[in-house]
Each structure stands twice: as structure tokens, then as C-alpha cells.
């Protein structure tokens, strides 16, 4: 019989940090291995898991449409293309009313980048400092951790990075030839990092004062995990461009770039193409998606699921020393401590519970917004147990 492990170490990259499991089977909040053992998942895929692993909702969906047609290019029409543009306008912050479909959330970020240079004529781009906003070329040109970009350098010229928060020095930033602002509301990758008071408006208006457009990556912080449905909604700010992935179709690759009529079409036939791109399966699982999303209201679940979830991470804050802080919104959450979390998240794979993480000290929680209270509960007396031996373990 085949092993998983040894055959994905053989044949597969090195670029993954590997936990020491194999999952074979999902379901809402909680995943099984191949003994047969359930696990709840913090991790959700780094924040795929939006509505649960396999949704019923989704996977109707996926069987239905895969029955019928599974790829369709965007040079010919297709009806679950155009269901699923309908239903993301819909419910996209109002006057983005366009978008362009691809596979992941870097490429989604890339045609926004290409999308402001081409409507803009000028070249540069101004992201922030702790930004995450993927691998590809320009993708990783915006991002910040110096440890993604050194072996890949030089890299798309005209970025410059400003510190997240400091709308002062974002002004001073911006030249004559930058042509908008990338900015994720909630840094991700960064650490969960929320932005001061006021800071998302600041932004907006410096875009409109300077004349540059504003760049939303709201691939980990859309569609519902903040409390609203799409994390900009929190601080009343519209984009000018917004990206999203991740979870938009319950697991199935996608990535959208959604923007204004008058932005999007200054792209001319063959500027920007995706062989998958809007392919009906994704669609049509996209579409089930999205319905899902606001038929059972998960913003409003993450709001009052996150705020307990919050609360009892804080408890356990006030009785470990090792911890830092708890610090999120919605169930977009962060558990920073004052030593390496590897020993705990190995740990806490052995008690059946998976999370991520943010860097070297913080542990990075992206549930499913279908998780229940019982098992948040569950999470946080494995996680003082966990911690609790970690304690002992560091004297």
C-alpha cells in the first residue's frame, strides 16, 4: 500500500510546512486522517473553508454542473458564467460592477495591478509593509517578507512599500508616476494586524486627493470572515478595485478581480486571458457559494462566533504567561505568543486540532464560519492543555 507521506516528500516540492497527517475526508469544521481520527480544523485551508469542507450545497452544485459541462473558455458564452457574474456584482460594494475571473488569489491580484497601470498610464505601486498578496511576479513584488522575494530578485521595478497605518507617510508616498494602492483591510500573512482607527478612509481619501486608485485584497478577509461581507464594509470604504479568492467557491480554485465598468474595459481583446479562468465548475460551485454565504448569514455567525471564540482565546491569555496577545475580527483571528509555536502546533496536531500560523510566534485561526460552539470550546481546552505543556516544557 501506497505511503502518503514518503510519496509526497518523493515526488512532490519542498516548499510546504508539512504537518505529520494525512486528511482523506472533510466536513464543516472537522476533518478525518487516514486512521480514521477527526480533527477540528483551524487551518480551513488557509481560510478556503468559508462555508465547510464538502458544503452539500457546494457539492450538489459541482455534481450537477459537472455532469453537464466542466470547461467552457471565455471565448464562448456560458450559462453558469454568467449566473455567477450576476450573483458576485450583486453583492460586491456598490459601483464595482465588473470583474474578471481566474484561478487563485495572486493571479487576482496580478490583473488588478495590470488593470490599475493600464487605466491609470503611470507605473508604480505603493503596498504596505507586512503586506501578503501572493508569489507571482507582481504579486510578490507588492509583498512585503524579504524571506518570499531575495532568490527571485530583481522582481517588477516601481514598488515601494510604506508602513501600514501611517497615513502621513503613505501621502508623502505617493509621485507622479504612481498609479494606485494595494491594501489588504486586515494584514493576513502580516499577523492579523487590524488597521488603526480611521485608517481605511484615510486611505480612500488620499487616492482620491491624489488621483490614484485604491486596491482592496480582500482575498483572506471577504466573504464574511470579518462580520461583513466583504472586510472594506467594516469601515463604510468602496475600492476603486477589489480582489477575492480563497473561499469563493466553496474549495474549488477561483480568484475575481471585481471593479467599475470604466476600469475594466480598458483592457483590449487578448491583454488579459485565463484558459481556466470562469470555467462553469467553479462557477457554478462559486454561485452556490455565495448564496450559501448570505442565505445562512456566516458574516453575522463570524460576529457573534468570533467575539466568543475572542474572548475565550483572551481567557487563556490571562492564564498562560507564555502567551502575548489575542487580537482579530470576525473569525479572522490571531493568538500571538512569546515563544516559537512549532511545539504547539505539532502538539496540538496530536490533540486533533490544526491551525496555521503567522510567522514564528503567532498562531493564525481562519476557521470555517460553520464552526459551532461546542467545538470552539473543544479548541480552546486542547489549546490549554497544549499550552500548559509548553509551559513546562520551557521551564
Keep these: 500500500m501506497m505511503n502518503v507521506m514518503q510519496t509526497e516528500d518523493e515526488y512532490g516540492p519542498q516548499t510546504y510546512q508539512k504537518y505529520p497527517v494525512v486528511i482523506v475526508r472533510g466536513s464543516g469544521a472537522e476533518l478525518w486522517d487516514d486512521a480514521g481520527n477527526r480533527y477540528i480544523d483551524c487551518m480551513g485551508g488557509y481560510g478556503v473553508a468559508i ?3 464538502s458544503n452539500p450545497a457546494v457539492v450538489a452544485a459541482i455534481k ?13 458564452y456560458n450559462d453558469a458564467r454568467a449566473e455567477f457574474f450576476e450573483k458576485l456584482v450583486a453583492c460586491s460594494p456598490k459601483g464595482l460592477d465588473s470583474a474578471f475571473l481566474s484561478n487563485s488569489g495572486a493571479e487576482a ?28 511576479a507582481g504579486a510578490l513584488s507588492a509583498t512585503w517578507n524579504k524571506k518570499y522575494k531575495e532568490a527571485f530578485e530583481p522582481l517588477v521595478p516601481n514598488y515601494s512599500h510604506v508602513t501600514y497605518g501611517d497615513l502621513a507617510e503613505l501621502e508623502a508616498a505617493v509621485g507622479p508616476d504612481t498609479a494606485a494602492v494595494i491594501v489588504e483591510p486586515v494584514q493576513g500573512e502580516g499577523g492579523i494586524i487590524l488597521p488603526p482607527e480611521g485608517y481605511m478612509k484615510g486611505v480612500r481619501e488620499v487616492c482620491d486627493r491624489k488621483g490614484i486608485l485604491m486596491i482592496a485584497d480582500e482575498v483572506q478577509s471577504g466573504l464574511g470572515r470579518t462580520g461583513k461581507l466583504w472586510a472594506v464594509q467594516n469601515w463604510g470604504v468602496v475600492p476603486d478595485i477589489m480582489t477575492a479568492a480563497k ?3 466553496g474549495g474549488v480554485p477561483i480568484g475575481a478581480t471585481v471593479t467599475r465598468k470604466e476600469v475594466m474595459h480598458v483592457l483590449k481583446k487578448g491583454e488579459q486571458t485565463s484558459t481556466f479562468g470562469g470555467n462553469p465548475l467553479s462557477c457554478a460551485a462559486g454561485s452556490a457559494t455565495l448564496d450559501y454565504i448570505i442565505k445562512n448569514d456566516l458574516p453575522g455567525q463570524a460576529v457573534t462566533k468570533g467575539a466568543f471564540f475572542l474572548q475565550q482565546l483572551k481567557f487563556l491569555g490571562s492564564r498562560h504567561n507564555i502567551t502575548r496577545e489575542a487580537r482579530g475580527i470576525g473569525l479572522m483571528l490571531a493568538f500571538e505568543m512569546r515563544v516559537d509555536i512549532q511545539n504547539i502546533i505539532l502538539n496540538s496536531v496530536k490533540d486533533r486540532v490544526i491551525y496555521t500560523y503567522s510567522g514564528r510566534t503567532i498562531l493564525r485561526l481562519l476557521p470555517p464560519l460553520v464552526i459551532t460552539e461546542t467545538q470552539i ?18 521551564g
Design 51 to 53: 462555508v465547510g469542507h
Design 109 to 136: 491580484n496580478e490583473v488588478a495591478l495590470k488593470l490599475a497601470k493600464k487605466y491609470t498610464g503611470k507605473k508604480g505601486i505603493i503596498a504596505m509593509k507586512g503586506a501578503y498578496h501572493g508569489k507571482t
Design 247 to 249: 473561499g469563493l467557491a
Design 64 to 76: 450537477a454542473q459537472a455532469e453537464k459541462l466542466i470547461t467552457c473558455h471565455g471565448s464562448l
Design 377 to 394: 470550546r473543544c479548541v480552546i481546552d486542547s489549546l490549554d492543555k497544549v499550552l500548559s505543556m509548553e509551559k513546562r516544557a520551557n
